[in-house]
């Protein structure tokens, strides 16, 4: 099975990563109410986790007498965050070899994550990722987790992206990156999302966006109690990406009759070179009481569930607009039958581009989520992305036409004209897209026998 090597940078990637590694656990049977009767082969746990001797294990204690270690890099200017990963219930997974922290922090300013931190943590970085890489047999990816909009998860994150592609260009890149939407609560958020997402068309394989805004309004719906000075919305929200990620790699991790890797991912989804910004939909989002209710109709519920608004991670629409590909990834007691029927619907109801195949890639895993009898997941590469890069580029003009805040950016050693790049990157992404969407598709001509 694939390893794979998380990156959590800055103060929200290492918030996702508090709450990734108790579901992977959780998913793999070591805590919670797992079923005992059927533990799972001893390699599939490889895929998260590092066994150094080869040990057998069943539970979290034996992992720590077994020395199993999260394979995570743990990144963050300030220390606050990373310091909690030494102090929790599971703080003998995390190697402090593996975790890197200084002070003070970027700012809320991209330049000086970028390069700052990014040139002064360089060296140790590049020793933390070496060690952990030659630890794998079968590398299968990086999924990096960060914020666009702060100073060191966007700075320094693709920093880090960039350190990636250059030292392990062969292992694929996956970003998670959290956009905080139409509420901003920080003041040069327009610059940085939009100079880190310059630097993820460039350097990533495959990014996929979660809009914070749209996670919040989903929780909200979900969260069913009145007491709201109990509501954790941000921890809610970081499960969500959780899951979503989970599921991602799901058919790389577990055995299923159709398996997809980050790099089948990365084939099958980007059809461009720098059009690998995905849409996303996932369900179920939260627990239902559904064991009672007869397998073909779950079934059903679930695939439906897959296309309403209140499944999307964010404001784009995966099946809406002009779409290049189409990815589904199913987990648990979905059929291969009910699957292959719902993505014959789906063909049959997207507006496809002209000089597409007109085809939905499937993977299947017969591993269910760990609270759930199913799940479906749907990744689409989809014009409507460019609404994506125009709000982007029209948010950062709103500062950069007064040359509010420049200075800050411009004082930093090595930012030159990385503006004007970034902005020729965000308009390469619509024009191509805008290109893209305008292909017809041409009758072929008839072959006389």
């Known amino acids: 099975m694939s390893e794979f090597i998380t990156v959590q940078v800055g103060q929200c990637g290492n918030q996702i990563g508090q709450a990734f590694w108790p579901h992977a656990l959780k998913e793999y049977g070591l805590i919670g109410n797992c079923d005992r009767k059927k533990p799972l082969p001893h390699h599939y746990y490889n895929s998260f986790f590092y066994n150094p001797d080869g040990l057998s294990f069943s539970s979290l204690e ?14 963050d200017m300030e220390d606050s965050v990373v310091e909690r990963f030494q102090t929790c219930n599971l703080r003998h997974l995390f190697d402090k070899t593996c975790t890197l922290s200084s002070y003070p922090g970027s700012g809320n300013n991209w330049a000086v994550g970028h390069f700052t931190h990014g040139r002064e943590q360089r060296e140790m970085f590049l020793d933390m990722l070496q060690t952990s890489v030659e630890k794998c047999d079968s590398p299968g990816g990086f999924i990096s987790t960060f914020s666009l909009s702060g100073g060191t998860g966007s700075g320094l994150g693709s920093a880090i992206v960039e350190m990636l592609a250059d ?22 958020a327009p610059y940085n999302i939009a100079l880190c997402l310059s630097k993820l068309k460039e350097h990533a394989n495959v990014v996929i966006p979660v809009d914070n805004k749209v996670l919040f ?23 969500v990406i959780v899951k979503h990620l989970l599921n991602v790699t799901s058919c790389a991790r577990f055995p299923g009759s159709t398996n997809m890797s980050i790099r089948d991912l990365t084939t099958t989804m980007v059809p461009f070179q720098g059009l690998h910004f995905l849409a996303s939909s996932m369900s179920p989002i939260s627990l239902v009481n559904a064991e009672d ?13 897959l296309c309403f608004k209140s499944n999307q ?81 029209a948010n950062f003009y709103t500062l950069y036409r007064k040359k509010a805040h420049v200075h800050h950016y ?40």
């Open 217 to 239: 309004e989903m929780c909200s719906r979900l969260h069913m109690t009145k007491d709201m000075k109990c509501w954790k919305p941000y921890r809610n929200i970081n499960t």
């Open 62 to 75: 034996e992992m720590k007498k077994c020395n199993i270690k999260a394979r995570a890099l743990l990144v």
């Open 410 to 449: 411009t004082g930093v050693d090595g930012f030159d004209d990385s503006f004007l790049r970034c902005v020729e990157n965000l308009r390469d992404i619509i024009d191509k897209y805008d290109l893209h969407q305008a292909a017809v598709d041409l009758p072929r001509r008839k072959i006389v026998r």
């Open 167 to 188: 030292e392990y260009p062969r292992i694929n890149r996956l970003v998670c990156c959290v956009h905080p939407g139409e509420s901003q609560d920080v003041v040069t």
């Open 313 to 393: 991670l964010m404001s784009v629409a995966p099946l809406k607009g002009v779409v290049n590909s189409i990815s589904l990834l199913a987990r648990g007691d979905i059929t291969p039958a009910a699957l292959s029927t719902y993505a014959s619907k789906v063909r049959s109801k997207v507006k496809w581009a002209g000089w597409s195949s007109q085809e939905t890639k499937t993977a299947y895993c017969k591993k269910p989520p760990h609270d759930h009898p199913r799940s479906l997941t749907c990744l689409s590469n989809t014009d409507s992305m460019g609404y994506f890069f125009e709000n982007t580029l």
């Open 293 to 305: 209710i007869p397998v073909n109709q779950r079934q059903t519920n679930v695939l439906a569930d």
